[in-house]
C-alpha cells in the first residue's frame, strides 16, 4: 500500500529533468497522506523534499490521516491539504481546502462571485473547530500510542481466526508497522463482507465498514479479482443496479476505543467464522434501533461537545 519513492523519482527525473517525453512535464503530484484500505502511511517528508528537487507542487489528501498524526504542511513542502471533517469527529457536510498563498490567483469579482454562491456551513464549521481543539488538548502523541497498542492487540487477535485474512500490513514486528495506522481490512472465507458487517452490528452492536471504500482498483487487486469477474460485474450491475458490491470488511480504532472492545469483535469473528460458539441474533424492530442509535448519538454529543474543550 505504499508508494514506491525510487518509482516516482524516475518518473520525475524522466519528465522534468531527462526530457524523455518531449515538452511534457509533471507539474502536480497528489497523494494520499494514508490509505483508508490498508492504514498504509506514506512518507510525506520525503515525497515533499523529491517534489521540491524537481519543481513539482504537492497536493496531499490527509482525510484518513488527520485525526491520527499530525501534519507539518511547511516541514513537509505541501502546497495544498484537504481533509473531512466526518474523519476529525464532525459532522458530515464540512471539509478543509488548505492552499499556500498565492495558489489562489483569482480576480477579485470572481471571489465575490464564489463568496456568494451559497450560505456557510456554519454548525459544521463550529463543530469542527471544536473537533480540531479537542484532538489537540488530547494530544496527537497521545492518541498515536494508544492506537498503536490497539493495533497491535487486535492484529494478533486476529491472526487466531481461521481463515481470516488481513490484508496490508499484519505484523506488528515488521519494520513499516510504524507507518500504519488502526485501519484493518479482513476477509473471511466464503463470508460475504454485508453479513459480517450485518452480523456484527446485531449480535454485538459493533459498527464497520463493508464494500469497496471509494478504492476500487485496490480492493480487485486485493481479492485477485480476474478481467472475466470484473465483465460479468459490470453486467449484473447494468442488469441489477440496486446490488451493492460487497467488497472487503474494515475495522478501525479510535480515541474513544479500548481494549475491551476487541474482545466482543474476536468473539463474534469466531462465531461467524465457525470456529466458536454460534450467537444468536438479536433482532430489533426498526424503530428500536433508531430509538438506540440516536440515544447513543445524544451521549456521545454531550461528552464530547458538552464540556469546555
Not at 22 to 33: E, P, V
Not at 79 to 98: E, Q, R
Not at 102 to 126: P, R, V
Amino acid at each position: 500500500g505504499f508508494i514506491d519513492p525510487s518509482e516516482l523519482e524516475s518518473l520525475l527525473k524522466a519528465y522534468n529533468t531527462d526530457n524523455k517525453h518531449g515538452l511534457k512535464r509533471i507539474r502536480l503530484i497528489t497523494i494520499s497522506a494514508a490509505s483508508n484500505v490498508l492504514g498504509a502511511c506514506n512518507d510525506l517528508q520525503a515525497i515533499g523534499e523529491m517534489a521540491k528537487r524537481y519543481g513539482v507542487q504537492l497536493m496531499v489528501d490527509a482525510a484518513q490521516l488527520i485525526a491520527h498524526r499530525p501534519v507539518d504542511m511547511k516541514a513537509w513542502n505541501i502546497d495544498c491539504l484537504a481533509f473531512s471533517a466526518h474523519k476529525v469527529y464532525a459532522p458530515f457536510g464540512c471539509g478543509v481546502l488548505i492552499l499556500k498563498k498565492g495558489m489562489l490567483n483569482m480576480k477579485q469579482e470572481e471571489m465575490e462571485q464564489i463568496n456568494t454562491l451559497g450560505d456557510e456551513n456554519a454548525g459544521g464549521i463550529a463543530a469542527l473547530g471544536k473537533a480540531l481543539l479537542l484532538l489537540r488538548n488530547i494530544g496527537y502523541d497521545q492518541i498515536d500510542a494508544e492506537e498503536k497498542q490497539l493495533t497491535v492487540k487486535a492484529l494478533q487477535k486476529l491472526a487466531t481466526i481461521k481463515n481470516l485474512k488481513v490484508f496490508g500490513i499484519d505484523d506488528p514486528d515488521s519494520p513499516r508497522f510504524d507507518r500504519k495506522i488502526g485501519v484493518i481490512v479482513f476477509d473471511l472465507k466464503n463470508k460475504m463482507a454485508g453479513r459480517i458487517a450485518d452480523k456484527l452490528a446485531h449480535n454485538k452492536g459493533i459498527g464497520i465498514r463493508y464494500g469497496c471504500h471509494c478504492a476500487h482498483l485496490i480492493i480487485k487487486h486485493l481479492l485477485d479479482f480476474t478481467p472475466f469477474q470484473e465483465k460479468f460485474q459490470r453486467f449484473v450491475l447494468k442488469l441489477i443496479p440496486i446490488i451493492n458490491l460487497q467488497g472487503i470488511a474494515r475495522v478501525s480504532v479510535g480515541i474513544q476505543n479500548t481494549e475491551t472492545d476487541l474482545d466482543p469483535l474476536i468473539e463474534e469473528l469466531n462465531s461467524i467464522s465457525g470456529n466458536g460458539q454460534q450467537t444468536t441474533d438479536v433482532q430489533f424492530t426498526k424503530k428500536e434501533t433508531l430509538r438506540q442509535i440516536n440515544e447513543f448519538i445524544n451521549k456521545r454529543e454531550l461528552f464530547v461537545f458538552g464540556q469546555q474543550v
